[in-house]
């Protein structure tokens, strides 16, 4: 299912007070640290939307710590969604 033996795909959209506080960074440094691939942008109604590719672990992770967020963040959910076209070769912040 991915460019990597092993590779699983994860999307979510993250909710709460997501925007104006690092989120996209913050999302970038910890993709980098689990060596994800994919893309976070910010979505017109205020949410986050994350598509990463990984090892099962490195999504679990990625899960897990965007449930929690960066300091200044208040995240509601962590909803999956549906995947959606092909991920990049490493991480990036859309705008």
């Keep these: 299912m991915g460019h990597q033996t092993g590779e699983v795909r994860a999307d979510y959209r993250v909710l709460g007070r997501v925007q104006g506080v690092g989120f996209r ?8 640290q689990l060596v994800l ?3 976070v942008r910010n979505c017109e109604d205020g949410s986050v939307e994350v598509r990463a590719a990984g090892s099962q672990g490195a999504i679990d992770r990625l899960r897990a710590a965007l449930i929690q967020g960066p300091p200044h963040s208040l ?11 092909d991920l990049p070769r490493d991480f990036k ?3």
Excluded at 75 to 85: T, W
Aim: glycine share 8%.
């Design 25 to 32: 960074w913050w999302t970038l440094q910890l993709a980098h």
């Design 37 to 39: 691939r994919g893309t």
């Design 75 to 85: 995240v509601e959910d962590v909803r999956p969604i549906r995947p959606r076209g």
């Design 93 to 95: 912040v859309e705008r």
